[in-house]
C-alpha cells in the first residue's frame, strides 16, 4: 500500500493497481495499461484529491509529464493518450506553437539575426537558437548566399543594450565585399559589418575558418558606464603584453574572440575590479562590449574556454619573462633592489595537496605559495609557484636565477628578504653570485646599550625619515663570512638588527629599504581584495611527484602520545610529592598516605614503562617517507598551476597598469600616496561619450566628484594625448577629454550654468 496523501492511496496486487480515494475504488486498471494510468492521473489532480507533485512522487512520473498528459487529454481526448509505436508518419505530437514561437518565425523571415530577436523579446541567443531548431525553421535559398556582390541591403539592426546611445546614427560606410581565402592564407584585417551593434558577419566568417580576431567597431554612445577604463590602453600597449602574446601563443584563430581581444577584455575587465570570468554573469555584455569596440564582451564560458585554450600551450612563464624583460628596460632605475617573499593561498577544496603555515589564520593548512618579486616601489616583476610549498632558503636561488637572466650578467641588484631566508651559507652563495643582501637578522643578539644608538635623519623617496641606528662589523660560518650589522631603536626601546653586505651606502639609507618590505606585504593585501588572486584559476589537478619525501605521519601520531604521557607522569610525580609532603606534618594518617604513595608509585612504573617503548617505538620509525606512502589510497596530485600563473600575470600587468598612471597624476595630486589608487579606481569606473571619427576615437570623460580631481583627470587626459595612442586593432586615434563644468562656487551660492549633461 502507497499512500499518495491523506485521502488517496495506491494498492498493487499482482499485475493490477488500484487507486482508492477514502477507502472507495477510485480506479483499477493493469500495470501495463499507460493509458488508464494516465487518464486516471489526470482525473486525480483535476478533481481536486490531490496535487500534481505528489502524483509525481508516487507514481514515478516527473510534473512535466503530468501537465503533457492533461494537455494531451484536453487537445485530444482518450485517444491522444495512446501512444502508438515509433514516431507517427504524419508529422511531429508536439505542441503547437505558441504566439511567442510565431512572432520569432515572423522576426526571422524580416531577417533579424538571432541576437537581434533575443534583445527585442528579452531572450537569449541560445533560446531563440533553440526554439528555431524545435519549430524546424529553415533559411531561404537565397539567404545562404550573403556574400555576392548584389546582395540585398541589411535590414534594421536590433538593439543590444539599453543605453541612450543606442539610437544615435551609426556610420554608414561599408566594407567592401569579402573574398574567400585559399586555405593556408591569413584572412585580410578588415571587418564585414556594417552595424558595430550587430557583428554577425563577422562571426559568420570566424565560425567558417575565416577570421582569427574580431576588429573593433566602435558606435557612439553617450553616457557609457565604465568606458573609464580605456584611460588604461596607452599603458596597456606600452607594457608589452599584446605583442609578447601574439610572439608566444601566435593565436586563437579561428576566433571572433581572438587572442588581443582576448587578452584586452581580461586586463581592462581586471581594472573594472571584475577580474574572475564568472562575476560578469552580474554585468551587462552589451554595455562592456562597446567599451572594446564589440557588440558584446566574451562571457562567463567564453573566456573560460579561451584561458583554458591559452595554458595548455604552456606559454604563461615565458610571457611573464617577457613582460619583465621589458619591465626592466623601461623602468631600470627601481630595480636596484628586489624584494623577495612568498604569498600563501589557502586551499579549501577535496584534495589532498601539501600543507603551509597560513599567517593570516595562524595555523598549517593545504596552501600553495606564490614566490613574487617586486621591485623598491612595491610594483611585482615576476612571481614562481613554490613546488611543495618550499621555504624561502630553498627556493632563493631559483627565484635569483630567474632575476639574474633579467637583469643580465653585469648588474648587481641588493636582494631584501624577511627572516624566513636567514641561512649564511645561503648568504655566501648569493654574493658568490654578484647580489648582495639586506634582511632581518634571526635569532637572539646581544642588546646593544642604549648611549651608543645615534640619530640619523635623511629625506628618501620624497619622505623625512629618522632614525636611531648602531651599526658594527659581524663574523658568521667561523669568521669567513663577513657582512655588516645596522641595529635600530625604537622609542619603545626595542631593537631591530638588521644585515646586509652592503657598505657604500648610508644606514638610514639601508635601514629604509629594510622596513620599506612592506610596501611589498601592502601589495599582497592589495591584489588579494583588489583582484582576487588567491581564488582558484580552475578545479585542475595535476600528478605530483609520488618519490617527493614529507614528514612521517606515524611519527607525528606518536609525537603526540609521547607528550600526553610525558604530561600525564609529571602530573603523577607532582601528586606522589605532595602526599609525601603532607605525610611528613602528619596531615594525613600514616597507613593512608602510604597506600596512596603505593598506588602512585605503581602508576609511574606503569607510566614509564608506556613512555619507553613510544620512545622505542619513535626511534624506529624513519624521519621522512615518499608521500605514496604518507598517502596510502589516496592519488597523490598537486593543483593545476599554468591557468593560475597565466591568470596572475594579466593581473600583474593590470596592477602595472594602474602604477604606471599613478607615476603620470603623481606631479598634479599631492595625496597621491594615500588617495592615488583610489582616483584611479573612480576614474576608470567613469561613464564616458564615446566618438568614432575617420581617423580619431574621442572619449569624453564625465567630471569627477570634485572640482580639484577633475582638474587633476585632466592633467591626465592631456599627457595621455601626448602618447597617440591608437586603439589595438585600430587605426583609430585616442583622444581623451573631460567634459566641460564651471569653477566650483563659495559655500551657500548655487552655479546657474550646469556641467554638461551625462
Known sequence: MVFVNDAVSLQIEADQRVILVHGVVYSHYSREDRTAEAYALVSLYESGYVDQNDLARSFGYSTRTLRRFQQRLHSGGLNALVRPEGRPAGGSTGPQPTARDRTILRLKTRGLSNRGIGGRLGLSEMMIRKILRRLGWQPAPEATLPLLPKADPPTEPATISHSPSDHMPLPAAPPPPPQ??????????QSFDRNPLDRSMDRL???????????PLFAPAQNLPRAGVLLAVPALLASGLLAAAEKIYGSLAPSFYGLRTTLLAYVLLALLRIPRPEAL???????????????????VKTLRRKLSQLAARKGSQALGQEIAQ???????????????????????????????YVTRARLAAPATTDYWVNDKRG???????????????????????????????????TVV???????????????????????????????????RFTPHKAK???????????EQPVRFLKGKLRLRQITRLTEGGHQTPIVTSRWDLRAIVLAYRMFERWRQENFFKYVREEYLIDALADYEIEPDDPNRSVPNPARKAIEKELRRMRAQLGKLRANYAAITLAARPRRLPRTAAKKAKEKLRTEIAQAKARLEKLQAQHHALARRVPVAEAQKGQEVVKLSTERKHLTNVLRMVAYHLESDLLELIRPHYKRVEEEGRTFIQAALQDAADLEPTEDQLRITLAPLSSPHRSRVLEALCQALNQTHTRFPGTQLEAHYAVAACPASLKSGHVSEVPCQEF
Open 180 to 189: 574567400r581565402q585559399e586555405p593556408g592564407v591569413k584572412p585580410a584585417a
Open 205 to 215: 566568417w570566424a565560425a567558417l575558418g575565416l577570421l582569427d580576431d574580431a576588429l
Open 281 to 299: 554573469k552580474e554585468y551587462s555584455p552589451g554595455e562592456l562590449g562597446r567599451i572594446v569596440g564589440l557588440d558584446r564582451m566574451p562571457e
Open 326 to 356: 621589458r619591465r626592466i628596460r623601461e623602468h631600470g632605475h627601481v630595480f636596484g633592489f628586489l624584494y623577495v617573499d612568498g604569498h600563501v593561498r589557502a586551499y579549501h577544496g577535496k584534495h589532498t595537496i601539501p600543507k603551509a
Open 379 to 413: 610594483d611585482p616583476l615576476f612571481v614562481v609557484t613554490a613546488e611543495a610549498n618550499a621555504a624561502l632558503t630553498r627556493m632563493l636561488p631559483a627565484v635569483l636565477g630567474e632575476v639574474r637572466k633579467l637583469l643580465g650578467p653585469q648588474r648587481r641588484a
Open 417 to 451: 628578504f624577511d627572516r624566513g631566508g636567514w641561512s649564511p651559507k645561503l648568504f655566501r652563495e648569493l654574493l658568490a653570485w654578484d647580489f648582495d643582501l639586506l634582511t632581518y637578522r634571526k635569532g637572539r643578539t646581544r642588546r646593544i646599550a642604549e648611549a
Open 460 to 470: 628618501l623617496d620624497g619622505r623625512r625619515v629618522r632614525y636611531l641606528l648602531h
